[in-house]
């Protein structure tokens, strides 16, 4: 759970960082079969990293991007002490951690904790119980996501000898990631005044962009994995990107996809890992292909026109057999259509879980049934009456993101966290505005005409603004179908809940039909996730149990969808028991119920 407090001496930090760096220095370290603590400093500061000719002020932990790996043991106690050196407001959510009756260390700023302010530190402290696999740690703040984050990484309780597959000889993390050469703070503030826009200028992998990038013809360092021949690797694949879903592919390889989302799945062969922002997946890889060397290449995709057409910017580094092989040149995977998403369809829906003894039943009845539709529509920018058609009515509008034509904005006059208002039942959650059932009305959510702009999307596209929640009592057996939309924008939507997994029964493509498509819901064997991808301009159903409670985000994990509204508040009420109930904040939290916050930082 936080604890705020004044940044220690530098000297004591440093010391703290020497002893804890054993725990990242290696792509895997092998944990004990008796849980205990696992303890870290992340220091938050801006350094200065030169690409494509360019020197630029980022914002990383611990001086290093991507950030450190956590490995932890499940059933370990976690320790990790923020210190905040950087000039801006800080928060880490630590992404698919369940954090089991302790909301309070979710780190999400003014929903669940106050930000840490620059020069003051916050000690996060939580269980990881009854979780294996592949999560990430991230900052929670608008931008700095892309490059504050790192791997978490949860062994089984005895060892990687209990994986349900062979044991590999390494473990690697393939952090997936974005090159910016701009500030993200006021890239983050343009994109939810809706005043500019801007683009990543490379995509990395484990934070190199690759030979495919130059500066005055000297080409950049790529990402290089070592292997032997017949050895057996598992490849722990994290999208930390703010804007791009990827498709990645190593040449003469194949993938046997085992888990996504820190849950097994049953063993699926793949030539490519289709990976959206928020999701994990790993990923065992036989190195049986000719000694030699392969590419390995990122290539984010992005819809069709008349949606909006980024530049293509894929990454590539190398898998090197052990042996010297520096005179041959790298074979090239031939890679997918960037506009092809019927791969990452195909992808997700093939995917089942592993029966495993930590998987929970799926909830064959619910007791609460949701459809919500996600797009983008408009407010008007001076909060007054405004046209949608006409020349130079843009001006007048802002483009918001929507669920079930309604867009999440936590109001200036907030000052306490939300999950605090909760807890101590204060006037605060009246403000809340509840997330309907379904939208506002029903028309054809995928017809692609609505994509540009004209007479007819704009009867559909005003919105508006609101703290947008929906409250759940304690067990609560819901069923959510997302649905996109076609309304302005024709993107898909990895939709991520904190404190939660949810099962995924069906997914399609067009306009769901109850009629028709609860008859493909897998109530057998569905994937588990944290965060689940909305075709593009289809659908996906999911089920999950409200038994964590607290204050959850729902939110898209594209980053300017976020910025710009797809995002609600679920509170999930009480038990009836104390292990059912959330406990207080620990005595030292800081809160503004107690006025701990303003003592803590004068």
């Not at 999701?279 to 390995?296: I, N, Q, W």
Request: charge should be negative; glycine fraction near 6%.
């Amino acid at each position: 759970m936080p604890i705020m407090k004044k940044p220690r001496s530098v000297p004591a930090v440093a010391a703290t960082i020497a002893a804890t760096t054993i725990f990242f220095l290696s792509d895997m370290v092998l944990p004990t079969a008796v849980a205990g603590i696992v303890e870290h400093t992340f220091v938050v500061s801006q350094v200065n990293m030169t690409h494509l000719c360019k020197e630029t002020l980022v914002t990383v932990v611990n001086g290093q991007l991507p950030g450190p790996t956590i490995y932890v043991t499940e059933g370990d106690s976690v320790v990790v002490h923020v210190i905040n050196n950087s000039p801006y407001n800080m928060t880490i959510h630590w992404h698919g951690v369940k954090q089991r009756l302790n909301c309070w260390a979710d780190g999400v700023p003014m929903i669940t904790q106050l930000p840490i302010l620059p020069s003051h530190n916050l000690t996060y402290k939580f269980d990881v119980s009854r979780q294996e696999g592949t999560l990430w740690w991230h900052a929670h703040v608008p931008g700095l996501r892309a490059t504050v984050h790192g791997a978490f990484i949860i062994y089984p309780r005895h060892g990687p000898s209990m994986y349900p597959f062979p044991k590999p000889h390494r473990e690697i993390p393939i952090i997936i990631g974005e090159w910016w050469d701009a500030n993200l703070t006021e890239v983050a503030r343009m994109v939810k005044d809706d005043t500019g826009d801007a683009n990543f200028r490379a995509s990395t992998i484990n934070g190199k962009l690759g030979d495919l990038y130059n500066c005055s013809g000297i080409k950049e360092d790529g990402y290089v994995l070592d292997v032997e021949p017949g050895r057996t690797y598992l490849l722990r694949v994290i999208n930390a990107a703010l804007y791009s879903e990827y498709y990645l592919k190593i040449a003469g390889h194949k993938f046997t996809v085992v888990a996504i989302g820190a849950n097994y799945v049953k063993p699926y062969t793949t030539d490519v890992i289709p990976i959206a922002p928020g999701e994990t997946v790993d990923a065992l890889v036989v190195a049986d292909a000719s000694p030699g060397r392969y590419y390995v290449v990122a290539l984010p995709s992005q819809p069709p026109k008349p949606d909006f057409q980024s530049p293509v910017l894929p990454t590539r580094g190398t898998v090197q057999y052990s042996g010297n092989h520096s005179d041959v040149m790298p074979m090239a995977p031939e890679m997918p259509d960037e506009h092809d998403d019927a791969i990452t369809f195909y992808f997700h829906s093939n995917l089942t879980s592993l029966h495993h003894p930590k998987r929970p039943l799926v909830p064959a009845q619910v007791d609460e049934r949701m459809f919500v539709t996600l797009g983008l529509g408009t407010i008007c920018r001076q909060g007054q009456s405004c046209k949608r058609l006409g020349k130079g009515n843009e001006r007048d509008l802002i483009l918001v993101a929507t669920m079930n034509n309604m867009s999440f904005e936590l109001p200036d006059a907030i000052m306490t966290p939300l999950l605090e208002a909760h807890y101590y039942n204060t006037s605060i959650m009246d403000m809340l505005q509840e997330l309907p059932d379904g939208p506002p009305r029903m028309y054809n959510f995928t017809d692609p005409t609505l994509i540009p702009p004209g007479p007819k999307e704009a009867q559909l596209e005003a919105t508006s603004k609101s703290l947008l929640a929906r409250r759940f009592r304690y067990g609560t057996k819901v069923e959510v179908v997302f649905q996109s939309t076609a309304l302005k924008q024709g993107e898909s939507n990895p939709m991520h809940l904190h404190g939660h997994d949810m099962f995924v029964l069906a997914q399609g493509f067009g306009n769901y039909e109850a009629e028709r498509d609860v008859a493909k819901y897998n109530l057998v064997d569905p994937p588990m996730v944290n965060t689940v991808l909305v075709p593009r301009l289809g659908w996906v159903a999911v089920r999950f149990v409200a038994d964590n409670p607290g204050v959850w985000f729902m939110h898209c994990h594209f980053e300017f969808h976020l910025l710009m509204g797809m995002a609600a508040v679920f509170v999930v009420e009480n038990g009836p028991t104390v292990d059912t109930s959330l406990p207080p904040p620990p005595m030292d939290f800081p809160t503004l119920v107690h006025g701990s916050y303003f003592q803590t930082f004068l």
